[in-house]
């Protein structure tokens, strides 16, 4: 157990549905990052938040729509996917301390995500 | 542009032997850490071990140990007297501090099992 957890687990959705990931952090943490993992590729970094606010927009499409609320929570909403964004959705933490790459990423166990 | 390589996909040891896994990176930042990461089936991202850039020990945590060549870009992670437990994805990870967020740079993984 890390500290970050994530809901659902796994999540079937059609094209036209509009779905939610969720993740909630314990650990005091002020950074909250989404992360797509897919077969054979390297986790890619989606977003960034900073104390709640949007630091990083990784060239997402638009139809991810990311929300922080608090820096404990971090949501990402879903609508009109297309079959290959069928991934693992991972959503990490850390304490970002300005003017350094100091810090420890933790991650939660991620939604699989399964668009038909 | 930064980049994370591992070049073995697979590797397997037996229970008790030593198994080293490689890592090579691309950089022109100064200021960095490095990362080794285990993904279990349970799909949980557990930090293995980290390398500070301007630390030239190599750091060491129980049985898994790190070989960092700063020139070479080379960051290779030694697990000794391997056990069952610790077969899982392997992922090695780069960090830097930009535009007022951290990035984590994570290579495409390598599968360790693990035989009795």
């Known amino acids: 157990e890390t500290g970050v957890t994530q809901t659902p687990r796994h999540l079937v959705m059609g094209m036209t549905n509009k779905k939610s990931l969720k993740c909630e952090q314990h650990l005091g943490h002020n950074a909250m990052y989404w992360y797509k993992q897919s077969a054979k590729k390297p986790l890619e970094l989606m977003f960034v938040?900073?104390?709640?606010?949007?630091?990083e927009n990784n060239s997402v499409p638009s139809r991810f729509s990311p929300e922080c609320p608090n820096s404990s929570h971090l949501f990402l909403h879903l609508h009109t996917l297309q079959p290959e964004d069928s991934a693992l959705y991972l959503c990490?933490?850390?304490?970002?301390?300005?003017?350094?790459?100091?810090?420890?990423?933790?991650f939660g166990a991620g939604t699989r995500l399964s668009v038909l | 542009a930064q980049t994370v390589t591992q070049s073995q996909p697979e590797m397997s040891v037996q229970e008790a032997e030593t198994v080293t896994l490689s890592c090579t990176y691309d950089t022109s930042e100064s200021d960095y850490y490095l990362f080794w990461y285990k993904q279990p089936p349970s799909r949980q991202m557990i930090l293995v071990i980290r390398?500070?850039?301007?630390?030239?020990q190599n750091a060491t945590e129980n049985r898994f140990s790190v070989n960092f060549q700063k020139a070479a870009k080379s960051f290779s992670l030694k697990i000794s007297d391997s056990q069952l437990g610790d077969a899982a994805m392997y992922f090695c990870a780069y960090t830097w501090a930009q535009g007022g967020s951290e990035k984590l740079v994570f290579g495409k993984g390598t599968k360790l099992t693990v035989n009795p």
């Open positions: 390398q500070e850039a301007y630390k030239q």
């Open positions: 990490a933490s850390s304490q970002y301390i300005a003017g350094g790459a100091k810090n420890i990423q933790y």
């Open positions: 938040y900073n104390f709640k606010e949007q630091t």
